[in-house]
């Protein structure tokens, strides 16, 4: 599938033009795979060990006004490089300190600064709450992991061999299809256009499956929308209102929600894209989130402190459930594992999120009691990765040397 090109002038990106049928590509650039993601994709380099299973512990560093200064200067040098913006970054760890800064700007238009405070679209952090969702079900002994999708939804593809288990885990083989050329087309023909679940499917389901359920990983957001499919008709209510209540109330998060279109609360930052026909960088605060329950939910930086402690110590779920959700296997690429809606990436465990105009990364390191959380406002990438991922580097480089969040730049050969 075609693919944007880039060359670097000066440090920063130039984007050649891209027609329509690329946009569904680039819409998934800067996600757990960034450019690489895709059902037909390659494999990455051979696995590492996970970080999580090495036998050294997390070490952190005290955060004194010498390494916050520190901090300050990596995230405004980081800030100036990749031509963010704005961005905010969250870090906290009990007898360690804290660290929260907004920088840059949050409107190019009135130059309004960047707040701590703002509501963000978080992208794929939603399929942390989505999978949760699921896992609730499972604790109530509604559905099991081991069930075949087919049991709930009608028409996927080899449906009776994929599980619930293999969509929370990325290795169903269905073609993701924020991919497929014509669902981009139909995006970018009305951004703030609102899509059923039922009508972002048949844009995976026309396409092969890409290998047997369970053999490899690969992210794709179909998975997570048929997740959410099994929930409303295991318990007849929108996966909103579930969500809502049986994770989201539970939690004690008062500033995340599913949103119902395009709307977005103040107050908010305007997001920024090159995600378009023509390459152009435009203003993405008002369009339609890709997604769904793959990737359109709201939050804050504190509601995302409170929820990277929930996930990953389980407050949600039984035992047994929150150790099927924390079975990390390899994902082909060096120092990151997936688990049920969760990812290990290099120690860290959470999910990052990229969506036009917005990235945000929510981790936490358990053994050092750690949990950082970064928003931007753009999803350009800066020598093919992410920002949100460059600031998260740039922060833990110097506070966890041991244990560095890094996504690798996709392979030559698919960039």
């Given at each position: 599938m075609?693919r ?12 050649h033009?891209?027609t ?10 800067g996600?757990?795979?960034a450019a ?6 390659a494999s990455?380099?051979s696995?590492?060990a ?7 512990g997390?070490v952190m ?6 390494v916050?200064?520190?901090l300050?200067?990596?995230v ?6 990749t031509g963010?913006p704005?961005?905010t ?7 360690k300190?804290s660290?929260?800064?907004?920088l840059g700007?949050?409107?190019k238009?009135?130059?309004?600064p960047m707040?701590?405070?703002?509501n963000?679209?978080?992208g ?11 896992l609730?079900?499972?604790d ?5 992991l081991?069930?075949?999708?087919s049991?709930y939804?009608h028409g996927v593809?080899n ?8 969509l929370?885990?990325m290795?169903?083989g269905?073609?993701?299809?924020l991919l497929?050329?014509g669902?981009?087309k ?11 679940m039922k009508e ?5 389901f026309?396409?092969?499956v890409?290998f047997?359920?369970g053999?490899r990983?690969d992210?794709?957001n179909?998975?997570?929308v048929?997740?959410?499919m099994?929930?409303?008709k295991v ?6 209102r ?6 989201l109330?539970?939690?004690?998060l008062d500033?995340?929600?599913?949103p119902?279109g395009p709307?977005?609360p103040?107050?908010h ?7 378009t026909a023509d ?5 993405a605060t ?9 990737g359109?939910m709201i ?6 402190r ?16 929150q ?6 296997e390899p994902?082909?690429?060096?120092g990151l594992?997936y688990?049920?809606?969760?990812f290990a990436?290099h ?17 936490r390191?358990p053994g ?16 093919g990765?992410?920002p949100?991922?460059?600031f998260?580097?740039?922060v833990?480089?110097?506070v966890?040397p041991?244990?560095v969040?890094?996504i690798?730049?996709p ?5």
């Amino acid at each position: 599938m075609a693919r944007s090109s880039t060359t670097v002038d000066r440090g920063r990106p130039r984007i050649h033009r891209r027609t329509a049928a690329a946009i569904g590509t680039a819409l998934v650039t800067g996600t757990l795979l960034a450019a690489g993601a895709g059902a037909h994709a390659a494999s990455w380099s051979s696995p590492a060990a996970p970080a999580h299973a090495r036998p050294h512990g997390p070490v952190m560093r005290q955060l004194t006004p010498e390494v916050r200064a520190q901090l300050d200067r990596a995230v405004r040098d980081v800030l100036t490089t990749t031509g963010t913006p704005g961005v905010t970054v969250g870090l906290w760890a009990p007898g360690k300190g804290s660290y929260v800064r907004s920088l840059g700007i949050a409107d190019k238009a009135t130059k309004a600064p960047m707040s701590a405070g703002f509501n963000m679209r978080v992208g794929s952090v939603t399929k942390t709450f989505t999978v949760t969702a699921l896992l609730r079900l499972v604790d109530h002994r509604q559905v099991s992991l081991d069930d075949p999708v087919s049991r709930y939804v009608h028409g996927v593809p080899n449906g009776h061999r994929i599980t619930l288990r293999h969509l929370a885990e990325m290795r169903s083989g269905l073609f993701n299809y924020l991919l497929d050329p014509g669902y981009g087309k139909a995006y970018m023909a009305d951004p703030r256009r609102v899509f059923s679940m039922k009508e972002m499917l048949p844009y995976s389901f026309k396409h092969p499956v890409a290998f047997p359920a369970g053999s490899r990983f690969d992210y794709s957001n179909t998975n997570t929308v048929l997740l959410a499919m099994v929930v409303e008709k295991v318990t007849g209510q929108s996966f909103d209102r579930y969500v809502a209540r049986h994770v989201l109330e539970p939690a004690h998060l008062d500033h995340t929600f599913m949103p119902a279109g395009p709307g977005f609360p103040a107050p908010h930052a305007h997001g920024y894209t090159d995600q378009t026909a023509d390459g152009s960088l435009q203003d993405a605060t008002d369009r339609n989130p890709p997604g769904g329950p793959s990737g359109a939910m709201i939050s804050n930086l504190h509601d995302l402190r409170s929820w990277a402690s929930v996930l990953t110590g389980g407050s949600l779920l039984s035992p047994a459930t929150q150790a099927e959700r924390m079975k990390l296997e390899p994902t082909g690429m060096p120092g990151l594992s997936y688990g049920l809606g969760i990812f290990a990436n290099h120690g860290w465990l959470g999910h990052n999120g990229s969506l036009p105009g917005y990235q945000t990364v929510m981790v936490r390191l358990p053994g050092a009691g750690a949990t950082l959380v970064v928003h931007t406002t753009s999803d350009v990438a800066f020598h093919g990765k992410g920002p949100a991922t460059k600031f998260a580097s740039a922060v833990t480089r110097i506070v966890t040397p041991k244990n560095v969040y890094d996504i690798p730049a996709p392979h030559p050969a698919h960039s």
